[in-house]
């Protein structure tokens, strides 16, 4: 087991050194550093001096790939690939377009961000096995009919309006909670109620029905009707017998996304000014900083291949197939 | 003259292909059941009854044309306007040609500021007054302001009326065929009923929307007084680009990368596997944004390519739909994998081997319409998954270009009014009706596809209504 | 012995799934008493399973108890409360299904599994139901029973877990167990075991037991009393003996008829024409009437009621026939159990395939560079030779690989050693297109008739596919021609060209793989269990067509099977084969009459034959 858990591990390599090469292609390649330059000058300002001398202030002036002017190691060092892309691997993310040092926005922002992606991480799971599970045990009557109707209704909501319709409601009208903003003391809970709450709901629909099917799936199995041929209760039956099963491909699924929480949610955190990793996307997206966007491609692959890690770990720690082998 | 935007061609590309499908599929029995099943199904036939008004709308609204202009060019020819129309435009002309100078309510007769107006005054002198002006067209034709109520209840009701004349007149076609009780009960093998109520619902609110909108802004008009239903028909095609093209750029390599991984295993499959987790592992939004600012630095850069901001606005569109392509694949591949892994083991895989059938010809004839109800089924569920992604992408700002009209361009320019007092509701609220009733009904189709087709998930889809 | 148990009477149960709705049991009456096995004998779709789902009315979502009572002790289980119901369930009644592998939660231990009846229905508490759960598992034959207690479902063979689903059944010490088709998703050495311990624990406790199968064999073993199900309703219920002895229904008459053995190599095996009739009919005439070679006018007209043909107050045999009705009871068997001639043993003439220590090993990789640390030796070393027009069956148990090596023959699986040698020539060593050119002589008919033909194609185009990959006919009209041909050749009518794999029954499917493989006109066929999905009436239809197109075309298989019943009627060769390995090899007559090796002599002894009963009526007859 621990075998498999270090290869899948060192599998992680040849992703990340593709993901590396895929960044360095679109935004070095596809985006030549003239065309930055251009970019960051503005119109008016285009001279070929003044594209050389940002070029050179930046960085940008060295080869791509090998550096033939330069002298042993420096060779390989000294270029564009080297400066911009393999000292990514060492969370070496450079300076911003304003200068300041992404990594250490990255260090103080991804704590906002988890404070309310956690949250409505495990608040949407629990939420949402609790409706499947009220919809599979009363299967087949209105109440699951009805149910299945409000998830479709729910899923068929651009997130856009669960965020605009909650702070219209509850803090423009009811006045319950501060319609944006954020604060690290002990009052930040009146500012992440809301965010919460509605990344929670605007999960329901898909993640409900979904973990539904997972439930019916399960119910139609064989060992269903053996516990119920030797005189379990249903409710023994759907609690003990179905939710077991059942919870194997939803946790294991749930948790490959446990590390991108840290990336924080764009859109919620735009909308209520939550100082997370999620609006300094958008902010670098909408300034066109490209070495932010690049560095958060980065971070996001790395994350997520920690995900896919933690995915193969938690099979084995929940499925009894997987662990004995 | 006529002109054929990318999007434009690869939409009636998409057109011709679906009526040769529907052609395919009738001389099919493995198809012609289970659509059999889709157009038993009440909701899935009264989510296409809205499906189909949507398309309406998007088709006219594809058929793109440069009108000419009252003056010749220098040598005598035709000379074209730089502005790009569509035949719905020109059906819809009072909707774009009545343009307000601001905001103004739902079928408001004043706009919805004060501004300082010059009015007479007694003895000749001009007064600075602050007050709501009279809208350039929304209740121009009224003598009396005060008799706006009755007008639109009039107009109302005339439409109304039209609508339940066409809807009768869509009864008496049904009850021809069906008798009127068997209808609605349920006697029929298609859902008329479903579907009659469907038709019903549409033609009561279109019915005195079409007799207002002429006359009035039946859903207020935006910031730069544009009449907001005209904003609101204009996204649908938006959205259907985006829901369908995207489908279409990325179908080819979902359907021959997934195939040849679950064949042909071994390295080929592992060099897939590896592309599709290189994709995978990057979040979609950034690697979208990462496309589009590329794809946005080079439009820029080559302005002049495109004769007018409409074809510029387009091949952002397209390059949309390409990265939303791109980021994509990687889901239906990874299923068509898996389950072709399963296929290549069955019988009739090793029995084609046995006669030393080539894998080309294997996987053509023997893989690939074996797993085209995933792909069938896929195609309806991402759709309107990708709208919903259009509108979140626009308001981050890789979306659709700023220029084009669309849901997500709608609620973006929308949203800043928020916190007006009192609220600016009705562009949200039109964006927010418009969208979801197209999700919803998209959805609703989705799940009847998806019964129909696999049978493992029926007790997961919907029940029949 | 007298005491009645369970009395069921009028029972019909019906399903409502896409389309019309099933009488899957339209009127059943049965009475098991105390302490005996009640057997119901039927083929697939006969509705056995059904009624036992209804008794424990444990029925899928989409059926119904439509009429009906069903009385434990004179308690009506259909008219008690779900919550009285599930005390009765595990309780006074008890069921083991077919699937052990699929019947047990895969993740709870089995300990707890069984754990579970037990603080369910009796009052042990704490430490006394860990003991009695280990006593449980040991009482089933599994050793080491305090360990096994805490291992999951997937740690056990499919012969413990079934083991393991029996302890549980009979944890609560039951009155009545309903056993669905036990044994048979075993293998035939372990279901000699399964109903050994079933035998064994009914000694002891006292039990009844309500066995449902489709095998005779086993019902002439277990069984007191039969009950024969056909088409949702039972045609015959008799004793054991009387039963055995002297079938009165013409389909009881026909089961036994179609079972393959030794005694009938010469002639054919006994058909039963037709299918069963879809069961969303109601029916006003004998169900079998469509299939019964003495049906007449009466039959097709009114639906035939009990009559008794057999002696006995308490329980004689009865059965639902107009003729019997007419004509009182029928004699003891006979036609089925003429011995036939002494088979033809041809002169062995020179081999058309000779296989020579083919081995096909696959490897096993473990740790962090999948490093090979071993192989899974599925094939080791197997010899053997098939003249033309022999047929040579290679016998064995699942995981012995035999299929393994029947596909590492035909080279759709590549041999690790050894040598294959087809007509003079070696197949091993052949280029991918030299190979493609000889294709066409050895051919493959596979076990599952649902999953060898592809669903979306035509029967035309799943015909000609061989014959134009492989050439064999030049041009359309001509591949037409013979599409016309092979259909002819397997029985099956013209216009199923145009039609698709689903619109027909599984027999027929086989058919149609046959012609698929006879197509391309080969000289040799793998029959990789060509008959086991297949119902007994069917499979004699296939065996039949198999033997005469050997007769008319010279054919020779390589007749890969489980079922000893079947090489007996079929076989010239035999070699029988285990872990991987040919163990015994001969003349079919040799190898089955004095098996030399012992585990060809245990997987003889662990068929159950009807042949012991059919002696003991020989010898009452004469």
């Known amino acids: ?325 | 003259m006529p002109v054929i935007l990318w999007t434009d061609a690869l939409v009636f590309v998409l057109v011709a292909a679906l009526a040769l499908y529907s052609w395919y599929a009738r001389r099919q029995p493995h198809l012609r059941r289970p659509w059999g099943r889709v157009t038993q199904s009440a909701a899935g036939m009264a989510a296409l009854v809205v499906l189909v008004v949507y398309v309406a709308i998007g088709l006219l609204d594809s058929l793109h044309y440069r009108p000419a202009l009252d003056r010749k060019g220098e040598r005598g020819e035709t000379a074209y306007s730089t502005e790009v129309r569509s035949v719905f435009d020109a059906l819809a002309t009072p909707l774009w040609a009545h343009r307000e100078r601001t905001y103004s309510a739902p079928l408001a007769t004043r706009a919805f500021a004060r501004e300082t107006l010059d009015v007479p005054g007694p003895g000749g002198k001009t007064l600075q007054v602050r007050e709501y002006p009279r809208l350039a067209w929304g209740g121009a034709h009224l003598k009396e302001e005060s008799d706006r109520g009755r007008d639109i209840a009039l107009r109302a009701a005339g439409g109304l009326a039209v609508a339940v004349l066409v809807w009768a007149g869509l009864g008496t076609l049904v009850s021809r065929r069906h008798s009127w009780r068997a209808v609605w009960s349920g006697g029929t093998g298609f859902p008329w009923a479903a579907v009659l109520l469907t038709a019903g619902a549409l033609l009561a609110l279109a019915g005195p929307m079409l007799a207002l909108c002429g006359y009035y802004h039946v859903l207020g008009t935006d910031k730069v007084g544009r009449d907001v239903l005209y904003l609101a028909m204009k996204s649908v095609r938006t959205a259907l680009v985006i829901g369908t093209v995207t489908t279409l750029m990325l179908l080819p390599f979902a359907i021959a990368l997934g195939i040849m991984a679950g064949y042909f295993r071994g390295w080929i499959d592992d060099v897939i596997q590896f592309v599709y987790t290189v994709i995978n592992s990057i979040p979609g939004v950034l690697l979208i944004a990462a496309f589009i600012l590329l794809a946005q630095v080079f439009l820029d850069q080559h302005a002049g390519l495109f004769p007018t901001s409409v074809q510029r606005a387009d091949v952002r569109l397209l390059v949309l739909c390409g990265v939303l392509g791109i980021t994509g694949w990687t889901t239906l591949a990874r299923l068509l994998r898996g389950e072709t892994l399963k296929l290549r083991e069955l019988e009739f895989v090793q029995a084609a081997q046995a006669f030393g059938v080539r894998d080309t010809r294997i996987m053509t004839r023997h893989v690939l319409p074996n797993v085209m109800h995933i792909v069938l089924i896929s195609l309806a569920i991402d759709f309107s998954g990708l709208v919903l992604a259009e509108a979140v992408l626009s308001y981050v700002g890789v979306g659709v270009d700023p220029s084009m009209i669309s849901f997500g361009t709608m609620i973006n320019a929308a949203r800043l009014e928020m916190s007006r007092e009192p609220m600016v509701w009705w562009t949200l609220g039109a964006a927010f009706v418009f969208m979801f009733a197209l999700v919803l009904a998209a959805n609703l189709f989705a799940d009847a596809v998806r019964d129909a087709f696999d049978p493992r998930t029926r007790v997961g889809g919907l029940l029949p209504v | 012995m007298s005491e009645l148990l369970l009395r069921v009477q009028g029972l019909k149960t019906v399903l409502y799934g896409a389309g019309e709705p099933v009488r899957a049991v339209d009127g059943i009456d049965l009475e098991i008493r105390r302490g005996e096995t009640f057997a119901l004998v039927g083929e697939s779709g006969s509705g056995k399973s059904m009624t036992a789902l209804s008794i424990m009315r444990l029925l899928p979502e989409t059926g119904r108890i439509a009429a009906g009572t069903v009385e434990l002790e004179g308690t009506d289980l259909l008219a008690l409360p779900e919550a009285a119901m599930r005390v009765v369930r595990g309780r006074r009644v008890a069921m083991i299904f077919q699937e052990p592998g699929t019947s047990l939660n895969p993740v709870l231990t089995v300990g707890y599994q069984i754990r579970e009846v037990l603080q369910r229905h009796t009052p042990l508490k704490g430490a006394a139901i860990d003991a009695r759960v280990v006593e449980l598992i040991e009482s089933v034959g599994i050793p080491d029973a305090g360990r096994r207690a805490t291992a999951y479902p997937f740690q056990l063979s499919g012969g413990m877990k079934q083991r393991v689903m029996i302890a549980m059944a009979l944890a609560a010490g039951p009155d009545l167990l309903i056993a669905d088709e036990p044994t048979t998703a075993l293998d035939v050495t372990i279901q000699a075991q399964i109903l050994e311990l079933l035998r064994d624990l009914q000694k002891k406790t006292g039990m009844s037991m309500l066995l449902i199968t489709h095998d005779l064999g086993i019902v002439s073993q277990m069984a007191q009393r039969v009950a024969v199900m056909y088409a949702g309703h039972l045609v015959e219920v008799a004793d054991r003996e009387r039963f055995f002895s002297a079938p009165q229904h013409p389909y009881s008459r026909k089961l036994f008829a179609a079972l393959p053995d030794a005694g009938k190599r010469g002639g054919e095996l006994s058909v039963i024409k037709g299918q069963v009739p879809p069961l969303t009919a109601d029916f006003r005439q004998c169900r079998f009437a469509e299939r019964c070679d003495f049906a007449f006018e009466r039959c097709f007209r009114e639906d035939p009621g009990w009559t008794r043909t057999g002696p006995g107050p308490d329980h004689p045999q009865i059965v639902r026939c107009h003729l019997r009705e007419e004509k009182g009871p029928a004699g003891a068997m006979d036609e089925a159990q003429a011995i036939a001639a002494a088979a033809r043993e041809a002169a062995t003439a020179k081999p058309l395939l000779s296989v020579r220590d083919l081995k096909v090993h696959f490897p096993i990789r473990k740790g962090v560079l999948r490093r090979t640390v071993g192989w899974v030796k599925a094939v080791d070393g197997v010899s053997l030779e098939i003249g033309a027009g022999r047929t040579h069956a290679l016998v064995g148990e699942s995981g012995s690989g035999k299929t393994t090596a029947g596909k590492a023959i035909l080279q759709l699986i590549p041999a690790t050693a050894g040598e294959v040698v087809f007509d003079g020539v070696e197949l091993t060593k052949l280029a991918r297109g030299e190979l493609r050119a000889r294709r066409g002589d050895f051919q493959i008919i596979f076990q599952d008739p649902y999953s060898s033909l592809n669903p979306r194609m035509r029967i035309a185009d799943i015909l000609s596919e061989g014959m134009t990959a492989l050439g064999v006919e030049s041009g359309a009209a001509a591949r037409s021609k013979r599409v016309d041909e092979l259909l002819e050749q397997v029985g099956l009518p013209r216009d199923s060209r145009e039609r698709y794999p689903h619109e027909f029954s599984g027999g027929q499917r086989q058919r149609i793989a046959i012609a698929r493989a006879l197509a391309v006109r080969p000289r040799l066929i793998v029959c990789d269990e060509p008959t086991s999905a297949l119902d007994v009436s069917v499979q004699a239809q296939i065996l039949n067509l198999l033997k005469s197109l050997q007769r008319d075309l010279g054919l020779s298989y390589l007749f890969i099977t489980h079922n000893i019943a079947v090489v007996e009627y079929l076989a010239h060769e035999v070699s029988v084969m285990y872990l991987g390995r040919i163990v015994e090899h001969g003349p079919a007559r040799q190898v089955l009459e004095s098996p030399a090796h012992p585990y060809t002599q245990a997987l003889l002894a662990a068929v159950p034959s009807v042949a012991d009963d059919v002696e003991k009526r020989g010898k009452r007859d004469a």
């Open chain 1, 1 to 325: 087991m621990i075998a498999y858990i270090v290869r899948r591990a060192l599998y992680a390599i040849p992703i990340l050194i593709g993901v590396n090469l895929l960044t360095f292609f679109l935004f070095f390649k596809l985006n030549t550093p003239d065309d930055m330059a251009r970019l960051q000058l503005g119109a008016r300002r285009i001279t070929a001096e003044a594209v050389e001398r940002w070029k050179a202030e930046h960085g940008y002036d060295k080869p791509t790939w090998y550096n033939d002017r330069a002298t042993g190691l420096a060779r390989v060092t000294s270029t564009i690939f080297f400066e911009k892309s393999v000292r990514l691997f060492v969370f070496d993310f450079g300076n911003a377009d304003d200068g300041r040092s992404i990594r250490h926005e990255i260090s103080t922002r991804m704590w906002p961000s988890l404070a309310v992606q956690l949250p409505v991480f495990l608040v949407g799971l629990a939420v949402n096995i609790t409706f499947a599970l009220l919809m599979a045990f009363f299967r087949g009557t209105y109440l699951d009919f009805w149910g299945v109707v409000l998830c479709v209704a729910m899923m068929s909501i651009s997130s856009l309006f669960y965020i605009i319709g909650g702070q219209y409601v509850f803090s423009k009208i009811w006045n319950l909670v501060p319609i944006s903003g954020y604060s690290s003391g002990p009052d930040a809970f009146k500012f992440l109620v809301l965010p919460v709450a509605i990344g929670a709901v605007s999960g329901i629909g898909s993640g409900a029905r979904w973990y539904r099917t997972i439930f019916l799936e399960e119910i139609g199995k064989d060992y269903v009707r053996t516990a119920r041929a030797k005189g379990l209760a249903e409710t023994v039956v759907m609690f003990r017998h179905v939710l077991k099963n059942g919870l194997i491909p939803i946790l294991t699924g749930a948790v490959v996304v446990i590390p991108t929480l840290f990336l924080g949610a764009l859109i919620t955190e735009s909308f209520f000014g939550i100082p997370g990793l999620g609006s300094y996307t958008i902010d670098a997206i909408q300034n066109q900083d490209f070495l932010v966007v690049r560095s958060m491609v980065f971070l996001g692959a790395v994350l997520y291949i920690v995900g896919l890690l933690l995915t193969d770990i938690s099979y084995t720690v929940a499925d009894p197939r997987v662990r004995f082998e």
